[in-house]
């Protein structure tokens, strides 16, 4: 699953370590705004592209993705 922060950078988590959204807001929610006047850009469990096959992990344990997560 995939999380915007607030300032519009994506981050991949794989299911195991995919906080969940309080935490997630909490965590990334109020980091600043995105370019371009965007405002704050949080999301969670956004659109993300698919993840197997390519080279995507996850920012927190660094396991390769896959289309489960
Ligand atoms: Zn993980």
């Known amino acids: 699953m995939r999380i915007y922060?607030?300032?519009s950078d994506p981050i991949d988590f794989c299911?195991?370590?995919a906080?969940?959204?309080d935490e997630a807001q909490e965590r990334y929610g109020n980091l600043?705004?995105?370019?371009?006047g965007?405002?704050?850009c949080f999301g969670y469990?956004?659109?993300h592209p698919p993840y197997g096959g390519e080279n995507y992990t996850c920012a927190?344990?660094?396991e390769e993705l896959t289309d489960e997560d």
């Open 15 to 17: 299911k195991r370590c």
């Open 19 to 21: 906080p969940d959204e």
């Open 60 to 62: 927190e344990c660094g």
């Open 38 to 40: 965007r405002g704050n």
């Open 32 to 36: 600043g705004d995105g370019p371009d």
């Open 45 to 47: 469990d956004d659109d």
């Open 5 to 7: 922060t607030s300032c």
